[in-house]
T-cell receptor, first 117, second 110 residues
Framework: GAVVSQHPSWVICKSGTSVKIECRSLDFQATTMFWYRQFPKQSLMLMATSNEGSKATYEQGVEKDKFLINHASLTLSTLTVTSAHPEDSSFYIC?????????????FGPGTRLTVT | GIQVEQSPPDLILQEGANSTLRCNFSDSVNNLQWFHQNPWGQLINLFYIPSGTKQNGRLSATTVATERYSLLYISSSQTTDSGVYFCAVVYTGTASKLTFGTGTRLQVTL
């Protein structure tokens, strides 16, 4: 149980275009989903927290107009990287929280590798 | 914010060896998780362990919350144990946000 999927697993896009990444909880309802970013050989950095039906909460330094997050249902959250630039190239990982079951244990998707050329 | 430091940063083991990975955190926590990130980037949940000791096969973990550290033990290591091990904490007052540690990169050789 507690499976989280992400799509696509990798994407290459041209500078200036937008890219949408989907995160789905497959076998549970996730009231809260999280988006992380990971640069090579570094740790994960939280970008934002999204709760179903409300606006996402962004961490300090994360541009909310550039990284648009939508959490329209209890099983789906999307991250859209708008007007992507090469410095946005990174590994993006989502997670979903089983809040109310095991005190906020988070389960992670397989990640999306974004390359902006 | 909270600081989460892991040691050692890098570790090379021969297959069959045992190891202990350490996670130190600078403030009170409500939640602590250990993860293994495999070479493809997938994070695999190992333990949810805000306090106490748990075991799962060749792996076990202990968290001493009052002294602000957690240990992950790997026994009889296998090449499939290679990857990066992260601890991550939810510190008091931050709802469910995980702060990740610096990671330990483990390589198990034949």
């Amino acid at each position: 149980g507690a499976v989280v999927s992400q799509h696509p697993s990798w994407v290459i896009c041209k500078s200036g275009t937008s890219v949408k990444i989907e995160c789905r909880s497959l076998d549970f309802q996730a009231t809260t989903m999280f988006w992380y970013r990971q640069f090579p050989k570094q740790s994960l950095m939280l970008m934002a927290t999204s709760n179903e039906g409300s606006k996402a909460t962004y961490e300090q330094g994360v541009e909310k107009d550039k990284f648009l997050i939508n959490h329209a249902s209890l099983t789906l959250s999307t991250l859209t990287v708008t007007s992507a630039h090469p410095e946005d190239s990174s590994f993006y990982i989502c997670s979903a929280s089983l809040a109310g079951r095991v005190h906020y244990e988070q389960y992670f998707g397989p990640g999306t590798r974004l390359t902006v050329t | 914010g909270i600081q989460v430091e892991q040691s050692p940063p890098d570790l090379i083991l021969q297959e069959g060896a045992n190891s202990t990975l350490r996670c130190n955190f600078s403030d009170s926590v409500n939640n602590l998780q250990w993860f293994h990130q495999n070479p493809w980037g997938q994070l695999i949940n190992l333990f949810y362990i805000p306090s106490g000791t748990k075991q799962n096969g060749r792996l076990s973990a202990t968290t001493v919350a009052t002294e602000r550290y957690s240990l992950l033990y790997i026994s009889s290591s296998q090449t499939t144990d290679s990857g990066v091990y992260f601890c991550a904490v939810v510190y008091t007052g931050t709802a469910s946000k995980l702060t990740f540690g610096t990671g330990t990169r483990l390589q198990v050789t034949l």
